[in-house]
């Protein structure tokens, strides 16, 4: 068994929204995952589970599609991995709220940051399946557009570090 990180995309997941955070945990027990916690009302799920990676995001992908009837994107991790996504932060003096990891299904081209507009001063940097930004001035005015993020999800370097405590746990 293995411990994985599930990240939601593209889908609202509030208490008063398409999918409550309660309704998130019951598809993934109908899927067979193990010991299952939510973190959050947006889109993160910690479980155990015999599946791989790809048979994880496919289960709880096909789940999701039924509910909301589109697809919905699914970006998985391991425990050990998201634990190396935090260690990997090229940011690590900037608060935790002000820089993302945007979570990719395969590695960002070595050119995506070419390809970035509108930043100002946003600093980003290219992981292994992700592309970290620290906005200096916080996100909310933000204009940065990262072409190669579209299908990924983000979550800023609290919440990663909170759900690397939770998978570990």
Request: no cysteine.
């Given at each position: 068994m293995h411990t994985y990180?599930?990240?939601l995309r593209a889908v609202n997941v509030g208490g008063t929204g398409k999918l409550p955070m309660a309704g998130l945990r019951a598809m993934c027990g109908q899927a067979g995952f193990a010991d299952v916690r939510t973190y959050?009302?947006?889109?993160?799920?910690?479980?155990?589970?015999?599946?791989?990676?790809?048979?994880?995001?496919?289960a709880l992908e096909s789940?999701?599609?039924?509910?909301?009837?589109?697809?919905?994107g699914v970006l998985v991790r391991t425990a050990a991995e998201l634990a190396a996504v935090l260690a990997a932060?090229?940011?690590?003096?900037?608060p935790?709220?002000?820089?993302?990891?945007?979570?990719?299904?395969?590695?960002?081209?070595?050119?995506?940051l070419e390809y970035a507009s509108g930043h100002r001063n946003e600093v980003m940097a290219l992981g292994r399946r992700e592309i970290y930004?620290?906005?200096?001035?916080?996100?909310?005015?933000?204009?940065?557009?990262?072409?190669?993020?579209?299908?990924?999800?983000?979550?800023?370097?609290?919440?990663?570090?909170?759900?690397?405590?939770?998978?570990?746990a």
């Open positions: 990180v599930a990240l959050i009302a947006s889109g993160n799920v910690v479980f155990r589970s015999g599946l791989t990676e790809q048979e994880v995001a496919a789940r999701l599609q039924a509910h909301a009837g589109k697809p919905l932060n090229p940011f690590p003096d900037a935790g709220n002000r820089v993302v990891a945007i979570f990719l299904d395969r590695p960002p081209p070595a050119d995506a930004v620290h906005y200096g001035d916080g996100m909310a005015d933000s204009r940065l557009r990262i072409p190669a993020a579209r299908a990924g999800t983000a979550r800023n370097i609290n919440t990663i570090a909170k759900l690397v405590e939770l998978a570990s």
